[in-house]
Structures are given as C-alpha cells and as structure tokens.
Antibody
C-alpha cells in the first residue's frame, strides 16, 4: 500500500529554519511528481512546491526564494527546507503524490506535519 | 493568477442531493479535480478530470464542468459525506501553479 509519512514539524521562531521530510513506501519518489501542500489553521489548501520526476522544481510565489524542495532517492524521501520562516507559514504541511495527464491532481496524501512559527 | 470561487457552506438533508459549485474564468476549458477532507484528516480525491471517480468513491458522486462553473453533485447524501470539499485546477498559463478553491463545508442536516 502506498504510504507517505511526514515528519520534522514543530515550533520555530520567526526567521528560523526547519526541514520537513516525507518518507514514501511502495513506490519510488523519483518516478512521480512529489508535492508539498499546506493548510493554515482553519483555512483552505495551498499548494507550496513540486519536484518533477526529472528533477525540475517549482514553488508558490509565497515561498519562492525561502523554501527548497529536494529528494534523496537512496532514502526514498522528499524534503522541504524552509528558511526565513514567518508567522503566516504556520500550517499543517502535507506531502502529496501527483499524477499528470494534461493536468495535475493529487492521488495520495500523507497525514501532515504541523509547523508553528511563533515567538 | 487564476482564482477558484466556492460557496463557504452547503447544507442538505439526508437522502437529498447536494451540489457544490466551483467558479472560475472559462473553467470549462480546464480539468477540475475535487477532494473532500474530514476534520483532522488529509484530503481525499473524490473526482478527477471533471467526471472521473477514483476507485472506492460511490457512484452517488458525479461531476460536471462547463462555461465558468464546475459542479460536484452528491446524490442520496449520507451523514458520512459531511466534510469540506475543495476543487482544484492546474493553471499552466504561467510556470507551474496548482490552484485550490477556498473550500465548501457540506453539512448534512
């Protein structure tokens, strides 16, 4: 069964850094479009970043220049390095596997990891 | 950037039909995907490419997309359908941009 397990969330002060991990099971991360999607408390879903199977990366404007997505094939894990964190980055961060056939949609999601940015 | 507009809430009695709309400029030219999310849980795909149901999603769920509005329809609504529903498109007009609607809270009366 496909599984995505996020970790690395926690309480961090504004301006700090945090690295989230997404460990995948039953498939290889470099064969799929792997994403991070976040949800602020009581709010809707916001796409954050994607890494293509070919290695290309894209970011939402709200995190561009501060967040970096990457993967480690040997560990079958996707990462999200988050720098210069702000209060409005507070959210549950989900790892999600996407499929593309003329459009992207998300077929598998992890359970999420909570990031709280506060002093 | 592309914007998707959903009603904040929809209420329906058990056994009736719920319709959840998702508005966007010429959305009929895009593929729309839908997710539901129950409290404390991750989103779950319930409809993709406008009208396709993933395995495990009941036939009571259907979708349509035309003009400026996409719609998710749930027939014979059950208490277990109560959740937040989000529409989503991929905006290929600039770089890479996945867009979600603001979400609709479906309440089963």
């Amino acid at each position: 069964e496909v599984q995505l397990v996020e970790s690395g969330g926690g309480l961090i002060q504004p301006g700090g850094s945090l690295r989230l991990s997404c460990a995948a099971s039953e498939f290889t991360v470099n064969n799929y479009y792997m994403n991070w999607v976040r949800q602020a408390p009581g709010k809707g879903l916001e796409w954050v970043s994607v890494i293509y199977s070919g290695g290309s990366t894209y970011y939402a404007d709200s995190v561009k220049g501060r967040f970096t997505i990457s993967r480690d094939i040997s560990k079958n894990t996707v990462y999200l390095q988050m720098n210069s964190l702000r209060a409005d980055d507070t959210a549950v961060y989900y790892c999600a596997r996407a499929v593309y056939s003329g459009s992207f949609h998300f077929t598998y999601w992890g359970q999420g990891t909570l990031v709280t940015v506060s002093s | 950037s592309y914007v998707l507009t959903q009603p904040p809430s929809v209420s329906v009695a058990p056994g009736k039909t719920a319709t959840i709309s998702c508005g966007g400029s010429n959305i009929g030219t895009k593929s729309v995907h839908w997710y539901h999310q129950k409290p404390g849980q991750a989103p779950v795909l319930v409809m993709f490419y406008n009208t396709d149901r993933p395995s495990g999603i009941p036939e009571r769920f259907s979708g349509s997309n035309s003009g400026n509005t996409a719609t998710l329809t749930i027939n014979r609504v059950e208490a277990g359908d109560e959740a937040d529903y989000y529409c989503q498109v991929w905006d290929s007009s600039s770089d890479f941009h996945v867009v979600f609607g603001g979400g609709t809270k479906l309440t089963v009366l």
